[in-house]
T-cell receptor, first 113, second 114 residues
Framework: NAGVTQTPKFQVLKTGQSMTLQCAQD?????MYWYRQDPGMGLRLIYY???????DKGEVPNGYNVSRLNKREFSLRLESAAPSQTSVYFC????????????FGSGTQLSVL | AQTVTQSQPEMSVQEAETVTLSCTYD???????LFWYKQPPSRQMILVIR??????QNATENRFSVNFQKAAKSFSLKISDSQLGDAAMYFC???????????FGTGTRLQVTL
């Protein structure tokens, strides 16, 4: 009964370092998403994948890349971290699309120093 | 551009009382969906309630109900018999049809007191 699993839960990076946030869902969902949450700004979409093999940019894609490795897994990569990328990152999934219920992971608190 | 506005950054309610959280949205679409998501201190977002715009009837889930006023573009969440476990951030969200992005409001922090 795992749902959406994100790793790691916390991460501290230095400016310029790279890292990959991992996300996996076990609900056989087609669509997966990466959001970032900043104080006072709600959630903003970074990238999404409507189905296995496809990815598209969201509102704030700059500085990020994604990979839909298979139907279960959708990773987010920061190639050269910047302090502006300090945020809480959420992975989410839905059976078909954004008009349906989204299931969220528990988030990754990322600090870039 | 579609926007979602939650004008109450913080609200407080006593246990067992009723509280209403406000949300307004701006759209020119006729077919859309509205959501309330809850984010407790554990941080994981959970869907509270979902409303389809073409449905006249207000959605209800146990102690949670909405007042959907389509003409006024208003979508408020009513929590009845508030419990300590209801303390959380609540986000209103909107999406038009099947192709547009899901837009979140900035959230309302709900405190529940004894």
């Amino acid at each position: 009964n795992a749902g959406v699993t994100q790793t790691p839960k916390f991460q501290v990076l230095k400016t310029g370092q790279s890292m990959t946030l991992q996300c996996a869902q076990d609900m056989n969902h087609n669509s997966m998403y990466w959001y970032r949450q900043d104080p006072g700004m709600g959630l903003r979409l970074i990238y999404y994948s409507a189905s296995e093999g496809t990815t598209d940019k969201g509102e704030v894609p700059n500085g990020y890349n994604v990979s839909r490795l298979n139907k279960r897994e959708f990773s987010l990569r920061l190639e050269s971290a910047a302090p502006s990328q300090t945020s809480v990152y959420f992975c989410a999934s839905s059976l078909r699309g954004r008009w349906e219920k989204l299931f969220f992971g528990s988030g990754t608190q990322l600090s870039v120093l | 551009a579609q926007t979602v506005t939650q004008s109450q950054p913080e609200m407080s309610v006593q246990e067992a009382e009723t509280v209403t959280l406000s949300c307004t949205y701006d759209t020119s679409e006729s077919d859309y969906y509205l959501f309330w998501y809850k984010q407790p201190p554990s941080r994981q977002m959970i869907l509270v309630i979902r409303q389809e715009a073409y449905k006249q009837q207000n959605a209800t889930e146990n102690r949670f109900s909405v007042n959907f006023q389509k003409a006024a573009k208003s979508f408020s969440l009513k929590i009845s018999d508030s419990q300590l476990g209801d303390a959380a951030m609540y986000f209103c969200a909107y999406v038009a049809g099947t192709a547009s992005k899901l837009t979140f409001g900035t959230g309302t922090r709900l405190q529940v007191t004894l």
